[in-house]
């Protein structure tokens, strides 16, 4: 399982190299000089032969890359043009926000996902099976801030149960999380389902009825251990939309977080901060397909000896 | 009585008729035999035997099953759970998709135990042991902590066994146990089957393809083809004196020491599948004896000697 | 003979009730787009400031927003924007896809190695980040939203074509071998490649209505089409700053997004079951 790890950690290498030369490009690729996009508007020549020292501007391209990645993964991520401040500063202050929310819909979504998924399929062609398969097509095709916008209409202005906007008390993360959240449990609850019918039809299936044990506690006690798997591929496949839809779902309910950071420096033309919040945000698309990929291999023998 | 009384079955998936009254005896301490080409219905029988038709969309559609006297086609669903592992169990074609790919082969044997016997989870562990020992697996504490990919074929059939055997069951289906296997393991297999009959005075439903397994371990056989009896009897006599033309050219497909090359026989034609049935005698498009009142009426099943045949013309002597 | 198996699938799709609702819907919504000067009730851009965020009525059907403009002609209008928009990107994206999908897949070795690395990286993140880090690059604006688009769906049509091009490839080797001429290249191109280029013709349909909800997603956060052109996604950025005061800019963009999206999903789906693909659309 070790090996696995290390060898896991190994691939992501190159991947993380690649995301960050693309990141790092946004500067050079934007129209202008970059000392320009990186600088306060009115300053100095000693400050921007400052900045040119520091991320090595007069360097060839490659160097450059190297000084800013250092510099990123010491922490020093340059300074916010519009807010004045060191990025670092702004992203850790956002950073804590969007894990909870990121992490809550995350949970949210895979526990009643799988629930639902798991009752659609023993209870199949039964309204239960009826109503999931509602609920999953609803999820799946309603685009997520018009969900996000309704939800604040009904719950929070006119039934005035949750806050309309901003993070000041938990109940704020209910609408969000469950905003993102529907989304996800549409796509786990189809996988689960589709995965249990799937694995339902296998021989071993057919020699545990034959050994007497009843349809329910084969499809909860065997099909969906099998069916876990799929979806673990799925969700370690599709982590990105949790990334995804946090980016979007913070700006509508006007949350702090990376998310809305990203979207205001990309309006204000922050690069600096731009930069460190995709980069950031690349890493945690990163690694939650590296923590799917574990959960994979944990759960399936047979992906230990693959080592691929 | 017989221990398992099968009488006029039929069997029907959505509106086609698969299995049409067929019908068989065993008792404790035999073998049967029940041969077909592939489409002829075997394995809906032992589906039916053990009451997991539904499971394909199918339904008992007529006839009995008796089971030590009391009919099974209508027992509700919990009853026929309690028997299913308990007094009667299952080998399916597959030993390498028949067990749960996730779970330690001798887990799955102690379920078993656990379920039907209530024994403890080390009691059914030292049972299961026992049993894997007794089907000639070397090192089987070793083996019960494995995991079916780490196995052979041949190993997985024992497990397999193993577990139809936990729950101390009088009757046994085997439907093909012996397919997927490799030649050199058939044979092994074949004779723990018998042994286990011989040894704990079983019965057993041998499905198989292979006349030759056939002669090797059965005592009596059923000739099926598309979904209705052509021919039963005692092996010995079947052998002798095959009475139904399907059954002749079944024995004369098997190969024999000697045999020129490319003398090796076939039976022309293909077996039909469900929707395309003949008219009257359902082999009769692949019968060298065919006459005009085989498409015109179906072959009652007449009793000759101790076996039973269905043909217009099985008074017909052998000719080797 | 391909081309009309094809077309009986087709009537295959709407012989049901799913495919025959969702096109219709789909017909209409594309219709109303095309059609829509002359389909809407007022021009998208007239204001009337002593009409502001009126409720829904007789003379706006869904009410007028925080400058007097009709609600109603301004979504008309926006669907115009929005289809096109996510019409082009797919349409590029699937061509790039599958030039990038079918080179991989034909020549095979170093070239493959290196198209897959790339392809697989853009895979795992979210469409949302890759447009905005192009968005990032090109600024926000009716071009850039479009190129961010075509870019976030590449790598599923590459794939996608990749897969359905090995599955062929080695086939029509063995055919080509045996070939006794231009016999065969001709069926390869003529049969074989239409086949396996449906499932991504089809996989192209469903992506237009996530690229529709794309569209709208930049667009609220202000960074896709710019004003005065109407957009969904903008309209619904404004109706928020409203939305005490006149929810129904909010739920009239959206409902149109989701019934847009809802017919594209139906149909491809029901498509999907007609041609029985459903097994090509996996992209290993």
Same mark, same amino acid.
């Given at each position: 399982m070790l090996v696995y790890l290390i060898r896991r950690l190994l691939l992501l290498l190159p991947v993380f190299l690649a995301v960050s030369m693309v990141v790092f490009m946004i500067i050079h690729l934007v129209p202008g000089d970059p000392i320009d996009n990186m600088v306060q508007i009115g300053a100095s020549p000693q400050q921007r032969a400052i900045l040119v020292a520091r991320y090595g501007l007069d360097q060839p391209l490659l160097v450059q890359y190297g000084v800013w990645l250092r510099n990123m993964l010491g922490g020093d991520m340059g300074d916010a043009i519009?807010?004045?401040?060191p990025v670092i500063d702004l992203i850790a202050e956002n950073l804590p926000h969007s894990l909870r929310l990121g992490g809550l819909a995350f949970l949210f979504s895979t526990i009643v996902g799988i629930t639902t998924g798991a009752l659609a399929a023993v209870y199949k062609d039964s309204w239960i099976d009826r109503s999931v398969m509602t609920l999953i097509l609803l999820g799946s095709t309603l685009p997520s801030f018009w969900l996000g916008l309704l939800l604040i209409l009904l719950f929070?202005?006119?039934? +005035? /149960?949750?806050? %309309?906007?901003?993070?000041? &008390? /938990?109940?704020? #993360?209910v609408l969000p999380v469950l905003t993102i959240g529907l989304h996800g449990v549409a796509l786990v609850s189809r996988v689960t389902r589709a995965a249990m019918l799937d694995v339902g039809r296998r021989d071993f299936v057919l020699m545990l009825h034959a050994k007497g044990l009843s349809h329910r506690r084969i499809q909860l006690q065997h099909v969906l251990r099998h069916a876990l798997l799929p979806v673990a591929t799925i969700l370690s496949l599709r982590i990105g939309w949790i990334v995804g839809g946090a980016v979007t779902i913070e700006f509508v309910f006007a949350r702090p977080g990376l998310g809305s950071l990203l979207i205001t420096s990309l309006a204000q033309r922050d690069y600096p901060v731009v930069q460190g919040c995709l980069l950031m945000l690349a890493m945690a698309v990163m690694l939650g397909t590296l923590l799917g990929d574990l959960v994979q291999a944990a759960m399936d023998p047979r992906i230990r000896e693959q080592l691929r | 009585m017989a221990f398992l009384d099968v009488h006029d079955l039929s069997v029907g998936i959505g509106t086609l008729?698969?299995?049409?009254r067929i019908s068989f005896a065993l008792d404790k301490g035999q073998i049967l035999g029940l041969v077909g080409e592939s489409g002829s219905g075997k394995s809906l029988t032992a589906m039916g035997l053990m009451g997991l038709l539904p499971l394909i969309g199918g339904r008992v559609t007529g006839g009995s099953i008796r089971l030590d006297g009391s +009919?099974? &086609?209508? =027992?509700a669903e919990p009853a026929y759970r309690a028997l299913r592992g308990r007094r009667m169990a299952l080998i399916s074609q597959n030993p390498m998709t028949s #067990?749960?790919?996730?779970?330690r082969v001798g887990e799955q044997v102690d379920q078993v135990s656990r379920m039907?016997?209530? =024994?403890?989870g080390a009691a059914a562990r030292s049972r299961s042991i026992d049993l894997l020992t007794q089907l000639r697996i070397p090192e089987a504490a070793t083996v019960h902590r494995q995991?079916?990919?780490?196995?052979?074929g041949g190993m997985k059939q024992r497990v397999v066994i193993a577990m139809a055997l936990a729950g101390d069951p009088e009757l046994i289906i085997a439907? +093909?146990? &012996?397919?997927?296997?490799d030649v050199t393991i058939q044979a092994q297999i074949i004779q723990i089957l018998v042994d286990l009959v011989r040894s704990r005075g079983l019965a057993l439903v041998l499905i198989t393809h292979d006349m030759g397994v056939v002669a090797q371990a059965c005592d009596r056989v059923v000739v099926l083809y598309a979904g209705r009896v052509a021919e039963a009897n005692v092996v010995a006599d079947i052998f002798a004196r095959p009475a139904h033309p399907y059954t002749r050219s079944l024995i004369e497909c098997i190969p024999r020491d000697?045999?020129?090359?490319?003398?090796l026989k076939g039976i022309p034609g293909i077996v039909p599948s469900v929707g395309n049935y003949a008219a009257g005698c359902r082999f009769h498009p692949r019968c060298?004896?065919?006459?005009?009142v085989c498409q015109q009426q179906v072959p009652p099943l007449q009793t000759q000697g101790q076996g039973q045949v269905a043909c217009h013309f099985s008074a017909a002597p052998s000719d080797g | 003979m391909t081309g009309r198996i094809r077309t009986s699938a087709l009537w295959r799709a709407l012989r049901t009730w799913r495919g025959a609702l969702s096109l219709g819907c789909l017909m209409l919504v594309a219709l109303v787009a095309v059609l829509a000067p002359w389909v809407a009730?007022?021009?998208?851009?007239?204001?009337n400031l002593s009409a502001t965020?009126?409720?829904?009525?007789?003379?706006h059907w869904l009410g007028t927003d925080e400058f007097g403009r009709d609600v109603l002609s301004r979504i008309i209008h926006g669907a115009r924007t929005s289809l096109s928009v996510a019409m082009a990107a797919i349409g590029v994206s699937v061509l790039m896809g599958m030039c990038l999908g079918a080179a991989a897949a034909y020549f095979g070795g170093a070239l493959d190695r290196a198209i897959s690395a790339v392809v697989d990286l853009t895979w795992s993140f979210p469409e949302v980040l890759i447009a905005l880090i192009f968005v990032a690059i090109l600024g926000p604006g009716l071009y850039s939203t479009m190129i961010a688009i075509s870019i976030a769906y590449l790598a599923q049509f590459s794939r996608l074509t990749r897969a359905q091009i090995l599955a062929i490839k080695g086939e029509t080797y063995v055919e080509a071998a045996t070939s006794l001429g231009g016999g065969h290249l001709h069926i390869v191109f003529r049969h074989l490649l239409p086949n396996a280029l449906t499932p991504v013709i089809v996989a192209g349909m469903l992506a237009t209505g996530d690229a529709i909800i794309l569209e709208a997603t930049l667009g609220f956060f202000g960074?896709? %089409?710019?004003?005065?052109?109407?957009?969904w996604g903008a309209m619904m950025a404004s109706g928020t700053a409203q939305i005490f005061l006149a929810p129904w800019t909010i739920i009239g963009p959206g409902a149109a997004i989701a019934l847009a999206v809802l017919s594209i999903n139906q149909f491809g789906d029901a498509l999907i079951e007609a041609l029985d693909i459903r097994s090509r659309l996996r992209e290993t």
């Open positions: 519009v807010m004045r401040q929070a202005v006119q039934l +005035e /149960w949750f806050p %309309v906007s901003g993070a000041r &008390t /938990w109940t704020a #993360l | 008729q698969p299995l049409d +009919e099974l &086609t209508d =027992l #067990l749960d790919p996730m779970v039907h016997l209530g =024994l403890s995991y079916p990919h780490q196995m052979s439907d +093909e146990p &012996t397919t997927a296997l000697g045999q020129a090359p490319g003398s060298a004896l065919a006459q005009a | 009730p007022y021009a998208y851009d007239i204001q965020n009126q409720a829904p009525s007789q003379a960074l896709g %089409v710019q004003p005065p052109k109407p957009s």
